[in-house]
């Protein structure tokens, strides 16, 4: 989700700081209080339960909260996770079977709700990611009684207990779990008041918010609109209060039209990525090259390989396709910005390796693992990928490698908010395609466990695209380990032996380029979030606009300099 995002404290003189650090941001009515965004197509849900990508998470952090949250600062400090709901950190106990937690006092839904949060509004807001059509729900299982609600779609979980009057939530695990707790600060687990119905709220009145934020606008083909929440008090740095008044972003803007808008000065944060036509003007323009940020990113863009239908049920046949393509290319063809590798795991991720097994193109070999394989090569291929440029680009591309090395193929491209569901439900016998992975949490985890497990493969829309499961019972042996080092240890390994298996040909390891207005200031780029537009502050939002626009190093794959042995 799709989708690595500040304030300060200290009779009469105490009680005027805390007012500073903790009151509402001064505001400033009227439009130059707007942070104006715009977005080619709309995030596929602003619903906690069911959202997964990085367009709502970004979008959702300003509205709800968790028991927990992460550091709200830039870099890897904001992989650190602090309570947010929560007073502290859990209690643990049997062995790490049992959290406790204690709620804080005074925390707010905001309109409709209007009351106080409590514990057994969380247990309901687990419960219902078990009811209703959750890409979350999975990470819940670890909880006794979640898969009985989960199939059933009724009853309550047994392994939550919720006591209002005391304020405390209790979670009653199956096992320990190492990143249990990543989990319970991930937007699934963004609170909602119990009754909130089962069904996406994204166009039914949204679920009340506890953040800065409220949505109060929703047109999919149109615009997003959040303003404040009147019900918000900030109770902590790590849940600070926005500055601007109203985030406003508009939809169905081309990324050209994105680029016009944003030096025209009526658009502050484009959303759309950066064509690549205008990607040179941009670096080189003394006038707008300050405005460009440059940030590394626990994202891998991939090709993904039904392992279930043909060819690519055939293990040299996958293994050809990472032979066959040329990551550097695709690199430029994606816009640049990218370190080329074979590797599943980000540099920036435990346990990562830096083992290429497919450290450059060489078609020789592709065309060699073909003939190899005995497949029946009359049958074209379908390459799916999204309507978004530059993906039809990088679909024609792999199309011309394929028939490179003997097959027949066809791209076909679907808007980017239906792809997952199109392509991910299993009667649409979807054979390759592209699509990419940024971390939900910071452990290695994150992606050899809920991209290679076979258990995690349903009919529907799931997150193991390749539907593979050659490495079930190693990435269950990892999950057990408690000590961080050690499973960063097996997930690297792991990396290198689905590498071979070769389920995906992952292409890169992302750099985002985030283009910010000139009005702009305290630019914050998280780690998880990306950029945290509760922070941000425009000209005349009443607050000290510190034009944070000097991000100017190079990193790699910032230019055509991409890096890498992949050529």
């Not at 729900?137 to 005391?166: E, H, L, P, T």
């Not at 491209?413 to 940024?438: E, L, M, N, R």
């Amino acid at each position: 989700m799709n989708r690595a995002r500040l304030i300060t404290i200290a009779g009469i003189v105490v009680f005027a700081m805390i007012l500073v650090a903790f009151g509402p941001a001064p505001k400033q009515a009227g439009h130059d209080n707007v942070l104006r965004l715009a977005a080619t197509s709309p995030p596929d849900s602003l619903d906690s339960a069911v959202s997964y990508q990085a367009a709502s998470w970004n979008l959702q952090v300003n509205v709800y909260n968790g028991l927990l949250t992460y550091k709200k600062v830039a870099g890897h400090d904001g992989n650190t996770l602090v309570p947010d709901i929560a007073e502290a950190m859990p209690v643990l106990t049997d062995g790490g079977r049992t959290l406790t937690f204690h709620l804080r006092t005074g925390v707010m839904f905001g309109p409709p709700a209007k009351r106080e949060v409590l514990p057994s509004d969380f247990k309901y807001t687990i419960e219902r990611n078990a009811k209703i059509p959750s890409q979350g729900s999975f990470y819940y299982s670890v909880v006794n009684g979640f898969d009985k609600v989960s199939k059933s779609k009724k009853g309550s979980i047994s392994g939550i207990d919720a006591d209002d009057q005391a304020r405390t939530l209790v979670f009653h695990l199956s096992r320990p779990d190492a990143t249990f707790l990543n989990v319970l600060a991930m937007p699934f687990s963004f609170v909602v008041p119990k009754g909130l119905p089962l069904r996406d709220m994204s166009q039914s009145g949204f679920s009340s918010a506890t953040g800065p934020y409220m949505f109060t606008e929703y047109d999919p083909s149109r615009r997003i609109v959040m303003k404040r929440n009147p019900s918000f008090k900030q109770w902590t740095k790590d849940s600070p209060d926005g500055h601007v008044d109203e985030i406003d972003m508009q939809l169905g803007v081309s990324q050209d039209n994105a680029i016009t808008l944003f030096t025209q000065d009526k658009v502050d944060v484009p959303l759309t990525g950066i064509p690549t036509s205008k990607l040179p003007w941009l670096m080189n323009s003394k006038e707008w090259r300050p405005y460009l940020h440059l940030e590394e990113t626990t994202r891998t863009p991939y090709i993904w390989m039904n392992n279930t239908t043909k060819p690519f049920d055939n293990v040299k046949v996958r293994q050809a396709v990472n032979w066959a393509i040329n990551r550097r290319a695709l690199v430029k063809l994606g816009g640049g910005a990218g370190v080329p590798s074979s590797t599943i795991l980000p540099p920036s991720m435990p346990g990562y390796t830096g083992k290429n097994l497919y450290p450059k193109q060489d078609l020789a070999k592709a065309k060699q693992l073909v003939a190899e394989s005995g497949v029946d090569m009359s049958k074209e291929i379908t390459i799916w990928c999204t309507t978004a440029a530059p993906a039809p680009d990088m679909a024609a591309y792999l199309q011309a490698q394929l028939e490179a090395i003997g097959f027949s193929a066809r791209t076909r491209c679907v808007d980017p908010s239906a792809f997952y569901q199109v392509t991910g439900a299993v009667a649409t016998h979807a054979q390759i395609g592209f699509a990419s992975w940024g971390a939900d949490f910071p452990e290695g985890s994150n992606f050899i466990d809920v991209l290679f497990n076979g258990k995690y493969i349903n009919p529907v829309q799931p997150n193991n695209m390749a539907r593979y499961r050659g490495k079930d019972k190693e990435i269950d042996a990892a999950n057990k380990l408690m000590n961080f080092d050690v499973r960063a240890k097996a997930w690297g390994q792991l990396d290198e032996e689905i590498q071979a298996d070769a389920p995906w040909a992952p292409l890169s390891h992302g750099i985002a380029r985030e283009l910010v207005g000139k009005r702009v200031g305290d630019y914050v780029y998280h780690p998880v979030y990306e950029m945290l537009y509760m922070l941000a502050t425009v000209d005349g939002s009443g607050t000290p606009n510190d034009k944070q626009h000097e991000h100017e190093a190079k990193m790699p794959g910032s230019d055509d300099n991409t890096g890498g042995d992949n050529s």
